[in-house]
């Protein structure tokens, strides 16, 4: 069975360092998300992106955050210089037009 | 705001017992509501989902939720758990046509063999 796939699975950063965190979504899926889940939070929705651009987005996606899909199959979330906030769980989604896939997930740890 | 709410954080139970995991959606208009499990070491995998017609849902691994419109609730029952049904179990909804999930706070489920 075909699964999300989300790289690297842990990363440590020095706050202010961009990091860039990668997903491979299910080949046929249309559909891409972002998600990030705070040690001891709530799973926060964070971008969704739908042909080649976002189509929604949280309060929390401001502007040191981007998205881009490079080629037909990686799907990107950058941060472009980070805060200790930061530090959370990524996870990466892909789906159909009513179901999201997820990733494993990537643990980010800004210090 | 939209919101949803699981008011069980931890849940244990014995094998064969029954499971019943409250999940209550603060929306308005159309919802689309589901239930993840997160086993250990592992991805969110979806159980079940509901967006209209028949209110009980039927999921994987013998998994139901019924949808209770006047109680805005979406509870997860399963009749007799089995060791291997330890997992986090999230409910999450989503909005009409909007596609952005919102979680609750999860509940983990501990199933003593």
């Known amino acids: 069975e075909p699964e999300v796939t989300q790289t690297p699975s842990h990363q440590v950063t020095q706050m202010g360092q961009e990091v860039i965190l990668r997903c491979v979504p299910i080949s046929n899926h249309l559909y891409f998300y972002w998600y990030r889940q705070i040690l001891g939070q709530k799973v926060e929705f964070l971008v969704s992106?739908?042909?080649?651009?976002?189509?929604?987005k949280s309060e929390i996606f401001d502007d040191q955050f981007s998205v881009e899909r490079p080629d037909g199959s990686n799907f990107t979330l950058k941060i472009r210089s980070t805060k200790l906030e930061d530090s959370a769980m990524y996870f990466c989604a892909s789906g159909t037009k009513e179901t999201q896939y997820f990733g494993p997930g990537t643990r980010l740890l800004v210090l | 705001a939209q919101s949803v709410s699981q008011h069980n954080h931890h849940v244990i139970l014995s094998e064969a017992a029954s499971l019943e995991l409250g999940c209550n959606y603060s929306?308005?208009?159309?919802?689309?509501l589901f239930w993840y499990v997160q086993y250990p070491g592992q991805h969110l995998q979806l159980l079940l989902k509901?967006?209209?017609?028949?209110?009980l849902v039927k999921g994987i691994k013998g998994f139901e939720a019924e949808f209770i419109k006047s109680k805005f609730s979406f509870n997860l029952r399963k009749p007799s758990v089995q060791w291997s049904d330890t997992a986090e179990y999230f409910c999450a909804a989503s909005s009409g046509s909007a596609r952005q999930l919102t979680f609750g706070s999860g509940t983990q489920l501990t199933v003593l063999p």
């Open positions: 992106f739908y042909n080649n651009e976002i189509s929604e």
């Open positions: 929306y308005g208009g159309t919802v689309n």
């Open positions: 509901y967006f209209s017609g028949d209110p």
